[in-house]
Protein backbone atom coordinates (compact mmCIF):
# COMPACT_ATOMS: atom_id res chain seq x y z
CA UNK A 1 0.00 0.00 0.00
CA UNK A 2 1.30 3.48 -1.00
CA UNK A 3 2.03 5.42 2.13
CA UNK A 4 0.07 8.22 0.81
CA UNK A 5 -3.34 5.81 0.54
CA UNK A 6 -2.40 4.57 4.13
CA UNK A 7 -2.26 8.42 5.16
CA UNK A 8 -5.28 8.69 3.67
CA UNK A 9 -7.46 6.19 5.13
CA UNK A 10 -5.71 7.03 8.84
CA UNK A 11 -6.84 10.64 8.27
CA UNK A 12 -10.26 10.58 6.93
CA UNK A 13 -11.14 6.70 7.97
CA UNK A 14 -15.11 5.92 6.47
CA UNK A 15 -15.19 8.70 4.28
CA UNK A 16 -11.53 7.78 2.54
CA UNK A 17 -13.08 4.19 2.55
CA UNK A 18 -16.16 4.95 0.61
CA UNK A 19 -14.41 7.63 -2.15
CA UNK A 20 -11.73 4.64 -2.92
CA UNK A 21 -14.70 2.54 -3.40
CA UNK A 22 -16.98 4.33 -4.86
CA UNK A 23 -14.30 5.89 -7.52
CA UNK A 24 -13.31 2.27 -8.86
CA UNK A 25 -16.55 1.40 -8.77
CA UNK A 26 -17.22 3.90 -11.41
CA UNK A 27 -14.17 3.15 -13.06
CA UNK A 28 -12.09 5.37 -12.05
CA UNK A 29 -8.27 4.03 -11.82
CA UNK A 30 -6.68 3.57 -8.96
CA UNK A 31 -3.20 3.55 -7.48
CA UNK A 32 -4.16 0.16 -5.33
CA UNK A 33 -7.27 -2.42 -6.45
CA UNK A 34 -10.63 -2.01 -3.81
CA UNK A 35 -9.35 -5.67 -3.37
CA UNK A 36 -6.06 -4.46 -1.56
CA UNK A 37 -7.65 -2.02 0.60
CA UNK A 38 -10.16 -3.73 1.86
CA UNK A 39 -7.93 -6.40 3.14
CA UNK A 40 -5.93 -3.10 4.24
CA UNK A 41 -9.39 -2.06 5.61
CA UNK A 42 -9.74 -5.24 7.47
CA UNK A 43 -6.33 -5.35 9.40
CA UNK A 44 -7.41 -1.79 10.49
CA UNK A 45 -10.66 -3.43 12.26
CA UNK A 46 -8.29 -6.01 13.66
CA UNK A 47 -6.15 -3.02 15.65
CA UNK A 48 -9.11 -1.60 16.75
CA UNK A 49 -8.59 1.76 14.52
CA UNK A 50 -12.33 1.15 12.80
CA UNK A 51 -15.95 -0.79 14.05
CA UNK A 52 -16.37 -3.81 11.86
CA UNK A 53 -19.97 -2.42 11.49
CA UNK A 54 -19.02 0.89 10.28
CA UNK A 55 -16.59 -0.06 7.84
CA UNK A 56 -19.10 -3.20 6.29
CA UNK A 57 -21.74 0.15 6.08
CA UNK A 58 -19.33 2.18 4.53
CA UNK A 59 -17.85 0.19 1.80
CA UNK A 60 -20.93 -1.75 0.32
CA UNK A 61 -22.71 1.39 0.45
CA UNK A 62 -20.40 2.70 -1.69
CA UNK A 63 -20.19 -0.40 -4.04
CA UNK A 64 -24.11 -0.47 -4.47
CA UNK A 65 -23.80 2.80 -5.05
CA UNK A 66 -20.84 3.19 -7.66
CA UNK A 67 -22.23 0.14 -9.33
CA UNK A 68 -25.63 1.72 -9.53
CA UNK A 69 -24.62 4.75 -11.11
CA UNK A 70 -22.65 2.52 -13.61
CA UNK A 71 -25.29 0.76 -14.38
CA UNK A 72 -27.99 3.50 -15.15
CA UNK A 73 -25.92 5.41 -17.17
CA UNK A 74 -24.96 2.58 -19.60
CA UNK A 75 -29.00 1.43 -19.12
CA UNK A 76 -30.53 4.49 -20.60
CA UNK A 77 -27.32 5.83 -22.74
CA UNK A 78 -26.67 1.80 -24.15
CA UNK A 79 -28.81 1.79 -27.78
CA UNK A 80 -26.64 5.58 -28.80
CA UNK A 81 -23.43 3.74 -27.09
CA UNK A 82 -23.74 0.64 -29.09
CA UNK A 83 -24.60 2.68 -32.46
CA UNK A 84 -21.66 4.52 -31.58
CA UNK A 85 -19.03 1.74 -31.16
CA UNK A 86 -16.55 3.96 -28.80
CA UNK A 87 -12.80 2.80 -29.18
CA UNK A 88 -12.90 3.29 -24.84
CA UNK A 89 -15.27 0.10 -25.29
CA UNK A 90 -13.59 -3.17 -24.81
CA UNK A 91 -16.17 -4.66 -27.16
CA UNK A 92 -14.47 -8.49 -26.94
CA UNK A 93 -14.78 -8.24 -23.02
CA UNK A 94 -18.14 -7.34 -23.30
CA UNK A 95 -19.08 -10.35 -25.79
CA UNK A 96 -17.76 -12.78 -23.78
CA UNK A 97 -19.38 -11.37 -20.61
CA UNK A 98 -22.67 -11.18 -22.69
CA UNK A 99 -23.01 -14.87 -23.71
CA UNK A 100 -21.93 -15.53 -19.86
CA UNK A 101 -24.76 -13.14 -18.42
CA UNK A 102 -27.54 -14.47 -21.24
CA UNK A 103 -26.80 -18.46 -20.08
CA UNK A 104 -26.44 -17.75 -16.68
CA UNK A 105 -28.38 -15.28 -16.19
CA UNK A 106 -29.15 -14.12 -11.89
CA UNK A 107 -25.68 -16.14 -11.39
CA UNK A 108 -23.60 -15.31 -13.48
CA UNK A 109 -23.96 -11.91 -12.53
CA UNK A 110 -23.38 -12.76 -9.14
CA UNK A 111 -20.35 -14.00 -10.19
CA UNK A 112 -19.31 -11.67 -12.20
CA UNK A 113 -19.57 -8.93 -9.36
CA UNK A 114 -17.28 -10.90 -6.62
CA UNK A 115 -14.53 -11.39 -9.71
CA UNK A 116 -11.90 -9.12 -9.87
CA UNK A 117 -11.58 -7.07 -12.99
CA UNK A 118 -14.86 -8.05 -14.31
CA UNK A 119 -16.66 -6.24 -11.77
CA UNK A 120 -17.11 -2.96 -13.27
CA UNK A 121 -17.54 -4.34 -16.81
CA UNK A 122 -20.69 -6.24 -15.28
CA UNK A 123 -22.72 -3.10 -14.18
CA UNK A 124 -21.56 -1.90 -17.45
CA UNK A 125 -22.78 -5.18 -19.89
CA UNK A 126 -26.31 -5.65 -17.79
CA UNK A 127 -26.65 -1.91 -18.39
CA UNK A 128 -25.88 -2.31 -22.23
CA UNK A 129 -28.11 -5.49 -21.87
CA UNK A 130 -31.01 -3.09 -20.92
CA UNK A 131 -31.53 -6.04 -17.89
CA UNK A 132 -34.15 -4.18 -15.43
CA UNK A 133 -33.36 -2.96 -12.04
CA UNK A 134 -35.20 -5.52 -10.56
CA UNK A 135 -33.20 -8.00 -11.51
CA UNK A 136 -30.00 -6.10 -11.01
CA UNK A 137 -30.41 -4.44 -7.82
CA UNK A 138 -30.50 -7.39 -5.39
CA UNK A 139 -27.54 -9.19 -7.24
CA UNK A 140 -25.49 -6.09 -6.74
CA UNK A 141 -26.42 -6.05 -3.14
CA UNK A 142 -25.48 -9.49 -2.45
CA UNK A 143 -22.64 -9.31 -4.57
CA UNK A 144 -21.42 -6.22 -2.93
CA UNK A 145 -21.99 -8.01 1.06
CA UNK A 146 -20.17 -11.18 -0.33
CA UNK A 147 -17.02 -9.51 -1.75
CA UNK A 148 -16.51 -6.58 0.36
CA UNK A 149 -17.15 -8.80 3.67
CA UNK A 150 -14.74 -11.28 2.05
CA UNK A 151 -12.01 -8.84 1.84
CA UNK A 152 -12.52 -7.17 4.94
CA UNK A 153 -12.57 -10.87 6.56
CA UNK A 154 -9.59 -11.84 4.93
CA UNK A 155 -7.95 -8.32 6.10
CA UNK A 156 -9.26 -9.13 9.64
CA UNK A 157 -7.86 -12.82 10.13
CA UNK A 158 -4.81 -11.68 8.66
CA UNK A 159 -4.09 -9.16 11.82
CA UNK A 160 -2.54 -11.62 14.13
CA UNK A 161 0.29 -11.72 11.37
CA UNK A 162 0.11 -8.81 9.34
CA UNK A 163 3.47 -7.43 10.16
CA UNK A 164 5.42 -10.16 10.91
CA UNK A 165 4.62 -11.51 7.17
CA UNK A 166 5.03 -8.55 5.55
CA UNK A 167 8.10 -7.91 7.40
CA UNK A 168 9.71 -11.29 6.99
CA UNK A 169 7.99 -11.80 3.56
CA UNK A 170 9.24 -8.17 1.75
CA UNK A 171 6.66 -5.76 -0.17
CA UNK A 172 6.37 -7.80 -3.72
CA UNK A 173 6.40 -11.21 -1.91
CA UNK A 174 3.56 -9.81 0.54
CA UNK A 175 1.62 -8.41 -2.30
CA UNK A 176 1.52 -11.84 -4.29
CA UNK A 177 0.73 -13.32 -1.09
CA UNK A 178 -2.50 -11.26 -1.43
CA UNK A 179 -3.18 -11.97 -4.62
CA UNK A 180 -3.16 -15.63 -4.82
CA UNK A 181 -5.50 -15.07 -1.72
CA UNK A 182 -7.68 -13.19 -3.64
CA UNK A 183 -7.83 -15.59 -6.30
CA UNK A 184 -8.45 -18.35 -4.30
CA UNK A 185 -11.57 -16.46 -2.47
CA UNK A 186 -12.87 -15.54 -5.92
CA UNK A 187 -12.46 -19.66 -6.75
CA UNK A 188 -14.43 -20.79 -3.39
CA UNK A 189 -17.27 -18.24 -3.73
CA UNK A 190 -17.54 -19.52 -8.01
CA UNK A 191 -17.44 -23.28 -6.66
CA UNK A 192 -20.19 -22.46 -4.11
CA UNK A 193 -22.32 -20.67 -6.47
CA UNK A 194 -22.18 -23.15 -8.90
CA UNK A 195 -22.68 -26.10 -6.48
CA UNK A 196 -25.87 -24.63 -5.29
CA UNK A 197 -27.07 -23.79 -9.12
CA UNK A 198 -26.08 -27.50 -10.06
CA UNK A 199 -27.96 -29.07 -7.09
CA UNK A 200 -31.21 -27.21 -7.74
CA UNK A 201 -31.74 -28.45 -11.15
CA UNK A 202 -30.90 -31.78 -9.96
CA UNK A 203 -33.82 -31.44 -7.56
Known sequence: MPSELIRFIAEYGYL???ILVIL???GFPNPVPN??????????VFTGA???VS????AISADVTGSQILYSVFYFAGNYLISRKPKWLPEKKIERLKERITKGGKVAIFIGRVTPL?????????????ITPK????????????????????GYIMGPYWESIANKMGGIRFVTLLIILMVLFTFLIKAIIHGKSNSKERK
Open 50 to 52: LSM
Open 35 to 44: EFILIFVGYL
Open 16 to 18: AIF
Open 135 to 154: VFIPMVILSAIVYNGMYIFL
Open 55 to 58: VLIT
Open 24 to 26: QEL
Open 118 to 130: LRGYTAVLVGLLQ
